[in-house]
Structures are given as structure tokens and as C-alpha cells.
């Protein structure tokens, strides 16, 4: 009996685990694609440092610290990803200010003919 809980909760741990290296990756490729390795890399870089060596645990049965560093690289990847956002939002808005400037240049010399 005290075999099949503990074979229970093993089963449970594992699906846990893959559920959150699934998460994981995901966060990691969301932040990819948003751009975080050019406007994010260092945070980037620790998202996908951190997945790999959460892949590497969980094959060396290393469940607790699979999964604490899997949950670690999804909110790094996060973070990536929200760094990179930021950068490319902020870019958009100079040209956007760049745009308007020139378009305020342009309704001023038409004004003056």
C-alpha cells in the first residue's frame, strides 16, 4: 500500500514537473519571439540557461531542483520578454515623436506660403 502512494505521488511529481518544463519552454520561445535576445540578452540568456539546466535535472531525477529552476526560468522569460517589449515600445514612440515633428515642420512652412 505505502508503495502505490508513494508511486502515486511520484507519477504526480513527474506530470508537476513536465507540466512546468512545458510552461517553461513556452515563456522561453514567447520571449524569443518578442525579440529578447537582441533587446534583452542578459535576461534572455538566464531564462534559457536556467530551462537547460531544469531539462538536465529533471533527466538526472532531480525533480525539486528541476523544478525550481523551471519555474525560475518562466519568470526570467517573462521578464525577457517584458524588457524587450518595453525597448520596442519606446522605439515605436520616437518614431512616432520623429514622425509628428515632421509633420509639425511640414503644416508650419505650409502655413508661411
Same mark, same amino acid.
Given at each position: 500500500?505505502?508503495?502505490?502512494?508513494?508511486?502515486?505521488?511520484?507519477?504526480?511529481?513527474?506530470?508537476?514537473?513536465?507540466?512546468?518544463? !512545458?510552461?517553461? &519552454?513556452?515563456?522561453?520561445?514567447?520571449?524569443?519571439?518578442?525579440?529578447?535576445? $537582441?533587446?534583452?540578452?542578459? $535576461?534572455?540568456?538566464?531564462? %534559457?540557461?536556467?530551462?537547460? &539546466?531544469?531539462?538536465?535535472?529533471?533527466?538526472?531525477?532531480?525533480?525539486?531542483? !528541476?523544478?525550481?529552476?523551471?519555474?525560475?526560468?518562466?519568470?526570467?522569460?517573462?521578464? %525577457?520578454?517584458? +524588457?524587450?517589449?518595453?525597448?520596442? %515600445?519606446? *522605439?515605436?514612440?520616437? $518614431?512616432?515623436?520623429?514622425?509628428?515633428?515632421?509633420? +509639425?515642420?511640414? *503644416?508650419?512652412? !505650409?502655413?508661411?506660403?
Amino acid at each position: 500500500m505505502a508503495g502505490c502512494c508513494l508511486l502515486a505521488l511520484s507519477a504526480c511529481s513527474s506530470s508537476e514537473l513536465n507540466h512546468q518544463l !512545458a510552461v517553461s &519552454r513556452e515563456a522561453v520561445d514567447q520571449a524569443q519571439m518578442a525579440g529578447a535576445e $537582441e533587446n534583452a540578452p542578459a $535576461e534572455f540568456g538566464v531564462a %534559457a540557461d536556467k530551462l537547460t &539546466r531544469a531539462n538536465a535535472a529533471a533527466n538526472g531525477h532531480h525533480k525539486h531542483d !528541476a523544478m525550481r529552476l523551471a519555474q525560475q526560468a518562466q519568470v526570467d522569460a517573462n521578464l %525577457a520578454r517584458a +524588457r524587450s517589449e518595453s525597448t520596442e %515600445a519606446r *522605439i515605436a514612440a520616437a $518614431e512616432l515623436t520623429k514622425t509628428n515633428q515632421t509633420l +509639425r515642420e511640414a *503644416i508650419n512652412r !505650409a502655413n508661411q506660403n
